[in-house]
């Protein structure tokens, strides 16, 4: 059974602060997505990272592929209350439809 | 069409009700997935539709859950005799089926039952 462990699974910061969100498993992912979620409305798509040891960045956010495909990160430079929310990452694995979900993580960032 | 549309945003319904859920997938798009999603939780796969035919439906998924998409288009979900336990949000997402392909939700659809 394949996993995504998310940590940490609440991070509550000052604005201007710099903050990572892990996600990891086991498995090895063929992708692996990033989402946000604000309260009462579904997932929106941040960025799909597909190759390892792959780095993309979204103006302050970078999200990085491990080497292996078995983890990635999201990096935030500079929060701001905007990028409050639900971060989830989910991992594409040995179906080609079904996506492996982490838990979540919550990030408050407090003005 | 700019995007994944789900109809009612809410539902408050008593136990024992039927409810039922529609979804509208981007219309170029042969997928769609319907999820559970309870507060702080990441979502729940509960069915998958490839154009008309559901070809995966988690185990956790009752007999009273039945979902059906019957054009191959907009899709539907049927909770029988809702249960306390059954309130969450319910997310429909769909993807154009590429290997890696990408889900894009719509706003849900949050139930409760009294």
């Known amino acids: 059974t394949q996993l995504l462990e998310q940590s940490p699974q609440f991070l509550s910061i000052q604005e201007g602060e710099n903050l990572t969100v892990y996600c990891n498993s086991s498995s090895v992912f063929s992708s692996l997505q990033w989402y946000r979620q604000e309260p009462g409305e579904g997932p929106v798509l941040l960025v799909t990272?597909?190759?390892g040891g792959e780095v993309k960045k979204l103006k302050r956010l970078t999200f990085q592929f491990g080497d292996a495909r078995k983890d990635s990160s999201l990096h935030i430079t500079a929060a701001q209350p905007g990028d409050t929310g639900l971060y989830l990452c989910a991992g594409a694995g040995d179906s080609n439809y079904q996506l492996i979900w982490g838990a979540g993580t919550k990030l408050i960032i407090k003005p | 069409d700019t995007g994944v549309s789900q109809d009612p945003r809410h539902k408050i319904t008593k136990r024992g009700q039927n409810v039922t859920f529609r979804c509208d997938p981007i219309s170029e798009h042969n997928r769609l997935y319907w999820y559970r999603q309870t507060l702080g939780q990441g979502p729940e796969f509960l069915t998958y539709f490839q154009n008309e035919a559901q070809l995966e439906k988690s185990r956790l998924l009752s007999d009273r859950f039945s979902a059906e998409r019957p054009k191959g288009s907009f899709s539907t979900l049927e909770i029988q005799r809702t249960e306390q336990g059954d309130s969450a949000m319910y997310l429909c997402a769909s993807s154009s089926g590429r290997q890696d392909s990408e889900q894009f939700f719509g706003p849900g659809t949050r139930l409760t039952v009294l």
């Open positions: 990272v597909v190759t």
